[in-house]
């Protein structure tokens, strides 16, 4: 070996040991080219679901919201039909001794009424008869109200006002605001009285009456008709 070759030898060893950048400069290669990106690889297995957590508490109810305004009134329906139907009822005759007749026929039912009915036809006052068990039946009457007048020779006359017909069929008569209880009329008796008067009761706050005739037997129905005007009678009269 010559000695430049043996210089240049020891001179690139301490180059390499000490760090002579500018020979390993010259000594590094140019950079290599970037290599390709690689497939992405397959994807993996979706994993199990996690179990589902608590349920958390409930929170505060919001507040009520503003009411709304209110809706425009509808309009009014049309007027339902008139109903019609029969009214069915008895009236019993009672002697001046105060007891049933057995004969109960030939009482005038007669019933007057509103001006004009639902149907707009006016009501013309309409009569019927009792029969012997003291039934009448008063066809065609439609819904209102009513009075009613039971009348014979021999008997007081009787009045029942503003009595209600509500039509539909059928309708049972009543003289006690709806209870089934008969009415009576009783018989012009042959007897005279011979004093009536009239009492306080004190203790029960209640007014009585007391009458004396010249009655046979110890028992006699007695009707009394009162009103407001001074000419009462059995023909005009409030009640009974």
Same mark, same amino acid.
């Given at each position: 070996?010559?000695? /430049?070759?043996?210089? /240049?030898?020891? /001179?690139?060893?301490?180059? &390499? ?37 608590? !349920?958390?508490?409930? @929170? ?8 709304? +305004? ?7 329906? +049309? ?13 019993? &005759? ?10 109960? $026929? ?27 068990? @003291? ?7 439609? !819904? ?9 020779? @021999? ?19 009543? =003289? ?5 209880? =008969? =009415?009576?009329?009783?018989?012009? +008796? ?13 203790? @029960?706050?209640?007014?009585?009456? $007391?009458?004396? !005739? ?27």
């Amino acid at each position: 070996m010559s000695r /430049f070759s043996f210089l /240049f030898i020891v /001179f690139m060893s301490i180059c &390499l040991l000490s760090g002579c950048s500018g020979i390993q400069d010259m000594l590094k290669g140019d950079q290599g080219a970037v290599g390709a990106t690689g497939e992405q690889g397959v994807t993996g297995n979706v994993g199990a679901q996690g179990p589902t957590g608590e !349920t958390g508490e409930q @929170g505060p109810t919001g507040n009520t919201g503003a009411q709304g +305004p209110i809706g425009d009134t509808g309009e009014q329906g +049309p007027e339902g039909p008139a109903l019609s139907g029969r009214w069915v009822g008895h009236m019993y &005759l009672i002697g001046s001794n105060g007891s049933l007749q057995s004969d109960h $026929s030939g009482v005038t039912v007669t019933i007057s009424g509103p001006v004009s009915l639902a149907s707009g036809v006016s009501f013309s006052p309409v009569s019927v008869q009792t029969n012997n068990a @003291g039934k009448f039946v008063v066809p065609d009457m439609e !819904t209102g109200l009513y009075t009613l007048s039971f009348s014979k020779e @021999g008997y007081g006359t009787l009045y029942y006002y503003n009595q209600s017909f509500t039509g539909g069929g059928d309708q049972a008569w009543s =003289a006690y605001a709806g209870l089934p209880f =008969a =009415a009576g009329m009783t018989q012009v +008796p042959d007897f005279e009285i011979l004093e009536v008067g009239l009492g306080y009761d004190y203790g @029960g706050g209640s007014l009585y009456l $007391s009458v004396t !005739t010249n009655a046979q037997s110890q028992y006699r129905h007695l009707l009394v008709f009162w009103s407001t005007s001074p000419e009462v009678s059995s023909q005009n009269y409030i009640g009974s």
